[in-house]
C-alpha cells in the first residue's frame, strides 16, 4: 500500500479528503475558497519525492497553476461582494468563477498543465488528480453556471481530449487527455443533474482506479512496454475489457452513464453537441484500440530475465473487475427500462 510505512503521506491523505468535505459542505464563497487551499496544500506533499526530479517539477507547476486559479476565483467572490446589487456584473462574475474552477480541473482552453504534471506523477496520484480533484471544482462550478459558456467548454473539451491522445507514446499523457476528455461528459451530466454527475464520477473512478492499478501493478509507463511477451494473455484481455469500458463502448459499463447523458440531450434538441462528442468518443476508442491491437498481435521482445510477477489475490481481484465492467451494463439496462 501506498501509504504503509508513512505517517506524514497518511496525513496529508486524510487533510486532503477533509479538505474536500470542508469546501463542498460551506456555506459560503470564502468558506469554499479556504477548502480549496487546504485541498492544494496538502495535495503538494503527496505529489512530491525527494528522489524524484520530474515529480518535484510537476508540483511546482501544479502549486503555480492552481494558486493562479485561487487567486482569480477570490477575485472574482470580492468582486461579487461588492457589486452585489448590480445584476449587469452577473454575467462577467460567473464567467470568472467558472473559468477558474475549470482551470483547477484542468478543462480546455486552461488544459495545457494537465498532461505535463500527469507526466511527473505516480499511478497512484494520477488517479487522484484525474478524480477526487476534479470533485470540489465541479461542486462550486455547480453553484454559479453559465450554461451558453459551458456548452461550449464542453465542446473544447471533447475534441482536444480526443485529439491530443492521437500521437502519444506515454501511458500517462493518453490517460491525461482521456480525462479531458470525460471532463466534457462529466460537465454534462452536471448540467443535467447532480445525481447524474454523482454516478458518472463514481462510474469513471472505477474504471480510472482499474487503469491505473494495472499500469502501477506491471510498471508501465509507455505504448512501447505493452509489446513484451512475457505479459499474461489474461492480463492483455482485462486491459483490453477495461479500456474499451473507459471508451464507453457498450456492453461495458462506461458505456451507461454516457447513454443517459446522449438520451437527455437528444430530448433536449441539442444535436450539434450530441453530434461532437459522439464523433470524439470513436476516435478515443480509435487509439484505445490501436494500444490494444499492438499490444496483443506484436511481440517482439522476449527476454527470459524479464518476468512481470503479479500476486495471485491482485490477479483475482483485476479479473472480477473486469467480470463485473462487462456484466454490470447488461444488468442496468433492466433497470433503466
Known amino acids: ?5 508513512n505517517s506524514s503521506k ?46 518535484n517539477e510537476a508540483s511546482l507547476k501544479y502549486f503555480l497553476t492552481q494558486s493562479i486559479a485561487s487567486i482569480n476565483f477570490l477575485f472574482s467572490i470580492l468582486l461579487k461582494m461588492i457589486f452585489l446589487k448590480n445584476f449587469d456584473m452577473n454575467f462577467f462574475m460567473s464567467l470568472m468563477i467558472n473559468s477558474s ?32 480533484q476534479k470533485i470540489t471544482p465541479m461542486i462550486i462550478l455547480s453553484y454559479f453556471l453559465n450554461k451558453n459558456f459551458i456548452i461550449l467548454i464542453i465542446s473544447m473539451n471533447v475534441i482536444i481530449g480526443a485529439l491530443g491522445g492521437l500521437n502519444q507514446t506515454s501511458l500517462r499523457k493518453l490517460m491525461a487527455f482521456s480525462s479531458i476528455n470525460n471532463l466534457g461528459w462529466m460537465l454534462t451530466s452536471i448540467m443535467i443533474s447532480e445525481n447524474l454527475w454523482i454516478f458518472f464520477l463514481i462510474v469513471y473512478s472505477f474504471m480510472i482506479s482499474i487503469m491505473c492499478w494495472l499500469f502501477n501493478m506491471m510498471n508501465l509507463f509507455y505504448i512501447k512496454q505493452l509489446f513484451i511477451n512475457n505479459i499474461n494473455p489474461i492480463m492483455k484481455i482485462n486491459m483490453l475489457i477495461n479500456f474499451l469500458s473507459l471508451g464507453g463502448l457498450p456492453p461495458f459499463i462506461g458505456f451507461f452513464p454516457k447513454w443517459i447523458i446522449i438520451n437527455f440531450l ?21 487509439f484505445y484500440i490501436k494500444i490494444i491491437y499492438s499490444s ?18 491482485k490477479f483475482s481481484f483485476i479479473n472480477l473487475f473486469s467480470f463485473f465492467s462487462i456484466f454490470s451494463m447488461i444488468i442496468s439496462t433492466f433497470f433503466f427500462y
Not at 500500500?1 to 510505512?5: A, D, E, G, H, V
Not at 479528503?17 to 506533499?45: D, H, K, R, V, Y
Not at 496483443?296 to 489475490?313: E, G, P, Q, S, T
Open 1 to 5: 500500500m501506498y501509504f504503509t510505512y
Open 10 to 55: 497518511m496525513f496529508f491523505f486524510y487533510m486532503l479528503i477533509f479538505s474536500t468535505l470542508i469546501a463542498i459542505s460551506s456555506n459560503s464563497w470564502f468558506g469554499c475558497w479556504i477548502g480549496l487551499e487546504i485541498n492544494l496544500l496538502s495535495f503538494i506533499p503527496l505529489i512530491s519525492n525527494s528522489n524524484n526530479l520530474l515529480s
Open 101 to 132: 474552477m475549470l482551470m483547477k480541473m484542468g478543462s480546455s482552453p486552461f488544459h495545457f498543465w494537465f498532461p505535463n504534471i500527469v507526466e511527473g506523477l505516480s499511478w497512484f496520484n494520477n488517479f487522484i488528480l484525474m478524480t477526487w
Open 266 to 286: 437528444i430530448n433536449n434538441q441539442s444535436y450539434l453537441l450530441t453530434m461532437i462528442m459522439i464523433l470524439t468518443s470513436l476516435i478515443i476508442l480509435f
Open 296 to 313: 496483443i498481435m506484436f511481440n517482439y521482445l522476449k527476454m527470459k530475465w524479464f518476468k512481470v510477477f503479479i500476486k495471485n489475490n
